[in-house]
């Protein structure tokens, strides 16, 4: 039980809805402190500005003329007896400020130091002489601020203005505030923005979990999908208009995946069929022959060796069962290259040549029957001579063994287009049906369903004609009409054409 809950514990912290609102949360609060610290700073020196452009106004508003003169009274008191000082001191006016957090003190042209604030104001902080004769000679001190420490440890605020008229400066007036009620204004707005941002980041937290729950929705739907999709059921599809770009993307991509594994499983479902049919039609083929020769040698050996005329007969019929057996192992074995990678030894041929080099051959092969010759000169290929001869072959045998022996009319057509050359062998013969052309380049397939071996061989001869067109690049078709005749186009490329990505060339 415990097991259990701190897996789906795990799984929760896990999931991509928790791993968003963290990581949205976080950047709300990384951006919040940002906020909070630029607002601090901005704030501060708003606040000090604004101080210090109050006191320059409360600076300007004093006379000039009394202070040089107090300053002045102040320092003869100083130097004074002591009987003449306190007579000095009832008479001369009182002290400027009485606000305990202010400062007031002038400084003389010679760098001397005057403090001018009340016992209850607080003591000016002191720069050093040089600093004030320096002050003096630069106009900067009309503008802004200084934040300088005093004797007692407290941070001020001070600013500065001329003693007296630009043109004849007697000094300086410098005023003084403590800095402690301006920092704990600051870091009351602080407090208050702290607890606003908390705020802020709860609101957001209860928000953003029903948002991003429904945001994922599609998501999920798609896992649920996924699940329910298995080798035997690959035709679920998902939706690709959820309204997410994201998600839709990724539909697509699903979807075209799925539908590849689709077709991937239909042709290796097919290719089993093919290779099961393959294997059977194979068994069946070679069972044949070697069941006769098995045949003919019991009768010889039950005595019919003894008969020069019995055993003549059974010695022809084993040979050519043997033959036909050997002819079958061989196209099998060819077929077996072709399905691998080929290694084609191409050769620049001309095509009209290499069929008028077979012409002799060809009309051997038909006998009786009609041979029409149509061919345009200087057609040029890359190929391999010898596997062309095989295709031209095996498609003319195919004609004469469909055409009548007296009333039979085979075409041989070559002609070439721009990129492509094509080679038709076209006869008068009894044609196929539409069921029959489309098995027709299939191996072991033959149009006879009775199977007789009177018309031809195994069934093997077109399907390794296609595997040798393709495998020069090019392109095999069939069209037929019962009673009518067929035609067999043979598309290969023009010289300078030829690219096939994936043949051995030798």
Same mark, same amino acid.
């Given at each position: 039980?415990?097991?259990?809950r701190?897996?789906?514990?795990?799984?929760?912290? &896990?999931s *991509?809805r928790?791993?968003?609102?963290?990581?949205?949360?976080?950047?709300?609060?990384?951006?919040?402190?940002?906020?909070? =610290?630029?607002?601090?700073?901005?704030m501060?020196?708003?606040?000090?500005?604004?101080?210090?452009?109050?006191?320059?106004?409360?600076?300007?508003?004093?006379?000039?003329? $009394?202070?040089?003169?107090?300053?002045?009274?102040?320092?003869?008191? %100083?130097?004074?007896?002591?009987?003449? &000082?306190?007579?000095?001191?009832?008479?001369?006016p009182?002290?400027?400020? =009485?606000?305990?957090?202010?400062?007031l003190a002038s400084?003389?042209?010679?760098?001397?130091f005057?403090?001018?604030?009340? %016992?209850?104001?607080?003591?000016?902080?002191?720069?050093?002489?040089?600093?004030?004769?320096? /002050?003096?000679?630069?106009?900067?001190?009309r503008h802004?601020?200084?934040?300088?420490?005093?004797?007692q440890?407290? %941070?001020?605020?001070?600013?500065?203005?001329?003693?007296?008229?630009?043109d004849?400066?007697?000094?300086?007036l410098?005023m003084?505030?403590?800095?402690?009620?301006?920092? %704990?204004?600051?870091?009351?707005?602080?407090?208050t923005?702290?607890?606003?941002?908390?705020?802020a980041?709860?609101?957001?937290?209860?928000?953003?979990?029903p948002? $991003?729950r429904?945001?994922?929705v599609?998501?999920?739907?798609?896992v649920?999908?996924?699940?329910?999709?298995?080798?035997?059921?690959?035709?679920?599809r998902f939706?690709?208009?959820?309204?997410?770009?994201?998600?839709?993307?990724?539909a697509?991509? =699903?979807n075209?995946?799925?539908?590849?594994?689709?077709?991937?499983?239909?042709?290796?479902?097919e290719?089993?069929?093919?290779?099961?049919?393959?294997?059977?039609?194979?068994?069946h083929?070679?069972?044949t022959?070697?069941?006769?020769i098995?045949?003919?040698?019991?009768?010889?050996?039950?005595?019919?060796?003894?008969?020069?005329?019995?055993?003549?007969?059974?010695?022809?019929? /084993?040979?050519?069962?043997?033959?036909?057996?050997?002819?079958l192992v061989?196209?099998?074995?060819l077929?077996?290259?072709?399905?691998?990678?080929?290694?084609?030894?191409?050769e620049d041929?001309?095509?009209?040549?290499l *069929?008028?080099e077979?012409?002799?051959?060809l009309?051997?092969?038909?006998?009786?029957r009609?041979?029409?010759f149509?061919?345009t000169?200087?057609?040029?290929?890359?190929a391999?001579?010898?596997k062309?001869?095989?295709?031209?072959?095996?498609?003319?045998?195919?004609?004469?063994?469909?055409?009548?022996?007296?009333?039979?009319?085979?075409?041989?057509?070559?002609?070439? &287009?721009?990129?492509?050359?094509?080679?038709q062998?076209?006869?008068n013969?009894?044609?196929?049906?539409?069921?029959?052309?489309?098995?027709?380049?299939?191996?072991?397939?033959?149009?006879?369903?009775?199977?007789?071996?009177?018309?031809?061989?195994?069934g093997?001869?077109l399907?390794?004609?296609?595997?040798i067109?393709?495998?020069?690049?090019?392109?095999?078709?069939?069209?037929?009409?019962l009673?009518t005749?067929?035609?067999?186009?043979?598309?290969l490329?023009?010289?300078?054409q030829?690219?096939?990505?994936?043949?051995?060339?030798?």
């Amino acid at each position: 039980m415990k097991a259990g809950r701190k897996s789906r514990r795990k799984y929760a912290l &896990g999931s *991509l809805r928790s791993q968003l609102l963290a990581r949205t949360l976080l950047i709300l609060a990384l951006l919040l402190v940002l906020i909070g =610290f630029l607002q601090y700073f901005l704030m501060k020196d708003f606040l000090y500005r604004s101080r210090a452009d109050a006191m320059n106004t409360q600076l300007s508003s004093i006379p000039a003329d $009394l202070l040089i003169k107090d300053s002045q009274e102040k320092g003869e008191e %100083e130097n004074a007896a002591p009987e003449d &000082g306190i007579n000095r001191r009832i008479n001369r006016p009182g002290p400027f400020l =009485f606000w305990p957090d202010m400062s007031l003190a002038s400084i003389g042209i010679d760098g001397t130091f005057q403090s001018l604030s009340n %016992e209850n104001g607080l003591e000016p902080p002191r720069l050093t002489s040089q600093q004030y004769q320096t /002050m003096q000679q630069s106009k900067r001190m009309r503008h802004g601020y200084q934040l300088i420490t005093d004797a007692q440890g407290n %941070e001020q605020l001070v600013v500065f203005r001329p003693l007296g008229p630009p043109d004849r400066s007697s000094g300086l007036l410098q005023m003084g505030v403590s800095t402690n009620s301006m920092q %704990e204004q600051l870091i009351n707005q602080l407090r208050t923005f702290i607890l606003l941002s908390l705020i802020a980041l709860a609101i957001g937290l209860a928000l953003m979990l029903p948002v $991003l729950r429904r945001t994922l929705v599609p998501l999920s739907r798609m896992v649920e999908a996924v699940k329910r999709i298995d080798a035997g059921n690959l035709d679920e599809r998902f939706d690709a208009e959820q309204g997410q770009y994201e998600v839709d993307r990724l539909a697509v991509s =699903f979807n075209g995946m799925l539908e590849r594994l689709e077709h991937s499983f239909a042709a290796e479902r097919e290719l089993q069929m093919q290779m099961r049919r393959f294997i059977a039609d194979a068994s069946h083929e070679l069972r044949t022959p070697l069941t006769s020769i098995h045949g003919f040698l019991e009768v010889l050996l039950r005595g019919a060796a003894s008969n020069p005329k019995q055993l003549q007969s059974a010695l022809e019929s /084993m040979y050519g069962e043997s033959k036909r057996m050997n002819k079958l192992v061989s196209d099998l074995l060819l077929l077996a290259k072709l399905d691998r990678t080929p290694e084609l030894k191409l050769e620049d041929i001309s095509l009209d040549a290499l *069929l008028l080099e077979m012409k002799p051959q060809l009309l051997m092969l038909a006998g009786t029957r009609q041979v029409v010759f149509d061919m345009t000169a200087g057609v040029q290929v890359l190929a391999e001579s010898d596997k062309i001869k095989q295709v031209v072959l095996n498609l003319f045998h195919n004609a004469v063994q469909h055409t009548d022996m007296e009333k039979g009319i085979i075409h041989v057509n070559l002609s070439a &287009g721009k990129k492509m050359v094509d080679i038709q062998i076209r006869d008068n013969g009894s044609g196929m049906g539409k069921e029959q052309l489309e098995r027709i380049f299939e191996r072991f397939y033959r149009g006879d369903e009775s199977r007789t071996r009177s018309s031809g061989g195994a069934g093997l001869g077109l399907a390794i004609t296609q595997s040798i067109v393709e495998a020069h690049g090019g392109s095999i078709t069939a069209e037929s009409t019962l009673g009518t005749g067929s035609v067999f186009k043979v598309t290969l490329p023009l010289e300078g054409q030829y690219s096939i990505a994936g043949y051995g060339l030798t």
